[in-house]
């Protein structure tokens, strides 16, 4: 507190001889001004930045959010909100980088800061990310404020008809690991309990834990046991195949459909749902003490290993699928590589092979067990065999699959490569199909990969030379191994993701040097001082009523995000189908959720620094 400052004023001559003093006494000399004061020094960068943080906090809380919820993107006059697709005005989104991410980021700001308004902002936001979660404890990709008639006549008009979007065309009432959408909001409420002890948080994080628990397949399922569905609860009513509208338009030899029903009863890797569950519930035993979550971590590594699938026909072919199935299914084993969506065919995948391998290095690390390594060779040998890599000329085969080194997809005991297809201008004339041939293939879902063998090779071989007492050093800090509570890393959305070995005793998740230039074009790009733009990644079709039945045998949609007018999908406005009425034309500046987390990291890494 300021101490206030008295100025005593001389006393004039005849209040001194009301106090007994001679008229005839000394005369004294008037005043001195008193000295101007000094001019307030400028603020300092970190002023400036923190004010920053605060206005486009305050101004995303108040007025951008509704009841505290987001979705991905707002046009300046908040007239058009848009998720994974065109939004309602009274929805929020929950897969990041929605709801929970900027939850994440206001929480950040609140450590860096102490600043109680940025605290205010994270308990507003994951207020309303407690108010969406399912009664079963998980989250729905969206939830709408206006309910359960408003979210279902949006499945009904938006959701059903974009086209590649297939995990929207069908509303199951239940919620999901996809994206990360359960994973992200579980964090953010377990975060905001240690915060403050808030009991709402309290009460919402114990639920999303049981939801994980019972979602978790049992060991009544054998070799599916400790894995995850992608979503949960069942829903009976979950389809089981896609349309096939004007099949005569398949290539011969060509396979198409959804070819193991939908993939909610499916053991998942897609998006890394079972990296995410394990690191929440690792966060849960390292922070709360949850010890008796330790058997289905456990259960859950060892059923990724399990899980790793290798060809009677093809011994070298040695990998993951997106999902398997979680029990015999048409004569096909448990475990067996599945496919889901009808763009992902079955086979295995060189992207969630790279993932899992990565993991299961991370899953030795935790626990010091080497059967967690024992089986790894086996993959990273499969990812460099040579019929599984793309061609040396495949920019000139097809340009969208430049710079990446393997196919996506390998099919089963083959080991060929298969590339993803579909005909049509709309989800009801058109279908998704996959077949060898590597030219015209679909934009949206990449049929290649960029993989780093030789990096998943090295890292494999400095974990296998570890000597014992190094093993038991390592794992002597693994937070696993936590016997008081430990902090969690200070920021969650402010640098990158949180991983396991951030969760560590005695780990640094540093921040990046940002420079105070940076910090002043930042500052200098909030609008009227409120709110950053960016140009938009995606824009809609806006929804016009189902799409036409009748054939369309034209190439304008193959490999393009989004099919006729009547596709809501989202698309690149500069790269439009080329044909009538689509135009290119310039990104649209937006409000953005990706962009505002980014923008608040840098300026939260520039002001509070962890080096």
Same mark, same amino acid.
């Given at each position: 507190m300021?101490r206030?400052?008295? #100025?005593i004023?001389a006393?004039?001559?005849v209040?001194?001889a009301?106090?007994?003093?001679? !008229? ?16 307030? %020094? %400028? ?9 920053a943080?605060?206005?486009?906090? =305050?101004?995303m ?10 979705? *991905?993107?707002?046009s ?10 065109e ?12 709801? =929970? ?14 600043d ?16 969406a ?25 938006v !959701? ?8 929207f065309?069908h509303?199951y009432?239940n919620?999901?690991f ?25 009460g ?7 939801f994980?628990?019972?979602a978790?397949f ?6 599916a ?5 992608? &979503? ?15 099949p ?11 070819e ?8 998942t890797?897609?998006?890394d749902?079972m ?11 390292m ?22 699938w290798?060809?009677? #026909? ?11 199935l979680? &029990?015999?299914?048409?004569?096909r ?19 969630t092979t ?35 890599q ?7 085969l097809? %340009?969208?699959?430049? !710079? &990446?080194?393997v ?17 049509g ?6 279908a ?10 679909i934009?949206h879902?990449?049929?290649?990969r ?13 974990l ?17 191994k936590a016997?008081?509570? &430990?902090a ?13 070995p951030?969760?560590?005793e ?8 940002? %420079?105070?230039?940076?910090v ?8 009227d001082?409120?709110? *950053?733009?960016?140009?938009v ?21 193959r =490999? ?13 406005a ?19 959720t990706?962009?505002?987390?980014s ?13």
């Open positions: 300021k206030r400052q008295f #100025a004023a006393l004039s001559p209040a001194l009301a106090c007994g003093g001679g !008229g005839d006494g000394p005369s004294f000399p008037p005043p001195a001004p008193a000295p101007a004061p000094a001019p307030a %020094p %400028p603020p300092t960068a970190q002023a400036t930045a923190a004010a943080l605060k206005q486009a906090t =305050s101004y809380d108040e007025v951008v959010s509704f009841r505290g919820g987001y979705v *991905w993107s707002y300046p006059d908040l007239t058009q909100t848009f998720g994974e697709m939004a309602k005005r009274t929805m929020l989104w929950l897969q990041p980088p929605g709801t =929970s991410s900027i939850g994440h980021i206001y929480l950040d700001a609140y450590h860096a800061t102490g109680e308004r940025f605290y205010q902002a994270a308990d507003r936001t994951a207020k309303a990310v407690a108010a979660q399912h009664s079963s404890g998980g989250w729905n990709y969206i939830y709408d404020f206006a309910g359960e008639a408003s979210l279902q006549h949006w499945y009904e008009t !959701g059903m008809n974009g086209w590649r979007l297939e995990e065309q509303y009432g919620a999901t996809d994206d990360a959408t359960t994973a992200v909001a579980s964090q953010l409420m377990l975060r905001m309990y240690l915060e403050k002890r808030d009991p709402v948080y309290q919402a994080t114990d639920k999303a834990i049981k994980i628990t019972d978790q049992g060991p009544q399922f054998g070799v046991d400790g894995g995850w569905p992608q &979503r949960f609860p069942h829903n009976p009513n979950s389809i089981t195949s896609m349309p096939l509208p004007n005569q338009q398949l290539p011969v030899g060509a396979r198409a459909g959804m193991d029903s939908d993939y909610t009863l499916h053991v890797f897609n998006d749902v990296g995410e569950n394990i690191k929440f519930l690792t966060m849960c035993v922070t709360l003490g949850r010890t008796d979550l330790l058997p289905n971590i456990t259960r859950a590594m060892d059923c990724m290993q399990r899980m790793q290798t060809s009677a #026909a093809q011994p070298l072919q040695s990998g993951w699928s997106l999902q398997h979680s &029990r015999e299914t048409n004569g084993p448990a475990g067996a590589p599945a496919g889901a969506r009808s763009y992902e065919p079955r086979s295995l995948a060189t992207h790279q993932t899992n391998i990565q993991q299961l290095l991370g899953y030795f690390q935790l626990t010091g067990d080497k059967k967690y390594l024992s089986q790894l060779q086996k993959a990273i040998d499969w990812l460099k065999s040579p019929s599984i793309l061609p040396a000329n495949v920019a000139t097809n %340009p969208l699959l430049a !710079g &990446r080194n196919a996506t997809f390998i099919e089963l005991d083959t080991n060929e490569p298969l590339y993803i297809h579909r005909y201008s709309n989800i009801h004339n058109g998704y199909f996959f077949d060898k041939d590597i030219t015209n293939t934009s879902y990449s049929s290649g960029s993989v780093d063998a030789a990096a998943l090779q090295k890292r494999l071989d400095d296998n030379a570890m000597t014992q007492a190094q093993i038991d050093a390592m794992v002597a800090k693994s937070p696993l016997t008081t509570p &430990r969690l890393p200070k920021y969650f959305a402010a640098v990158r993701e949180v991983d396991f951030d969760l560590f005695g780990a640094l998740m540093k921040t990046p040097v940002v %420079p105070e230039s940076e002043q074009t930042i500052v200098a790009a909030l609008v001082g409120k709110y *950053w733009t960016a140009p990644p995606e824009i809609v079709n806006p929804y016009r009523g189902n799409g036409p039945t009748t054939p369309y045998t034209g190439t304008a949609y =490999s393009r995000h989004v099919g006729d007018v009547y596709d809501t999908s989202p698309y690149p500069d790269v439009p189908p080329d044909i009538a009425p689509y135009v290119k034309r310039e990104k649209p500046q937006f409000i953005i990706s962009n505002f987390i923008r608040m990291g840098r300026l939260i890494s520039f002001i509070s620094p962890v080096a």
